[in-house]
């Protein structure tokens, strides 16, 4: 069975830092690119990184660019971000996922396979 499985959510003050941690399992993550998606509450989840199945490319949405760093460990299976300068408008549940292919994993429907989510509040 595949299971991600996040942690490091909490609350956190603005322009403070967190690091999000995703354990992956039942899957080779050297076949598979990962990516972190966010869900605000009354809105729709959006792409927030993306991280190439290598490791070797990475992508970010306009919003946390330069801010967010997507990494991966193929050896320990996890997928970690780490998020600087945080904002209140970067509350959110924050979810772990996987793709065979990272073309189509900036969408949704790109999703082979979902965490459960793990929630980040940011405060003024």
């Known amino acids: 069975q595949v299971q991600l499985v996040e942690s490091g959510g909490g609350l956190v003050q603005a322009g403070g830092s967190l690091r999000l941690s995703c354990a992956v399992s039942g899957l080779t993550l050297s076949s598979y690119a990962m990516a972190w998606f966010r869900q605000a509450p009354g809105k729709e989840r959006e792409y927030v990184s993306l991280i190439s199945w290598s490791g070797d490319s990475t992508y970010y949405a306009r919003s946390v660019k330069g801010r967010f760093t997507i990494s991966k460990d193929n050896t320990k299976n996890t997928v970690s971000l780490e998020m600087n300068n945080l904002k209140p408008e970067d509350t959110a549940v924050y979810y772990c996922?996987?793709?065979?292919?990272?073309?189509?994993?900036?969408?949704?429907?790109?999703?082979?396979?979902w965490g459960k989510g793990t929630l980040v509040t940011v405060s003024s």
């Open positions: 996922a996987a793709g065979a292919d990272y073309m189509r994993l900036v969408r949704t429907t790109g999703v082979d396979y």
